[in-house]
Nanobody, 128 residues
């Protein structure tokens, strides 16, 4: 059974850090694009970051550049999103998603329907 299991969400103070994990089961992340999206209440789902599981190329939305880091662990078949310097505008449900068989990024990275597999989406809350 193909699954993406996410963990690591929670409550953090402004300026704090969280690390999200996305573990794939039922398939190997080898030639795929893996992305993190987020969706806040009343807003559209937006792309945050993505990584090629092939060569490790990464991309970040301007809103998180310099604060978030995406990485992968091939042995654990897991992708991570390290989130530092969290801001009040970062709270959302964070989803990992996989565009299978796509080691090179599409011209438009954030087309939701191109991603066949989705995690369950842990909540990230930033509050003092």
């Amino acid at each position: 059974q193909v699954q993406l299991v996410e963990s690591g969400g929670g409550l953090v103070q402004p300026g704090g850090s969280l690390r999200l994990s996305c573990a794939a089961s039922g398939f190997t992340l080898d030639d795929d694009t893996i992305a993190w999206f987020r969706q806040a209440p009343g807003k559209e789902r937006e792309g945050v970051s993505c990584i090629s599981s092939g060569d490790g190329t990464t991309y970040y939305a301007d809103s998180v550049k310099g604060r978030f880091t995406i990485s992968r662990d091939k042995v654990k078949n897991t992708v991570y999103l390290q989130m530092n310097s969290l801001k009040p505008e970062d709270p959302a449900v964070y989803y990992c998603a996989v565009d299978r068989g796509r080691p090179e990024f599409r011209r438009d990275l954030w087309v939701v329907y191109e991603y066949a597999y989705w995690g369950q989406g842990p909540q990230v809350t930033v509050s003092s």
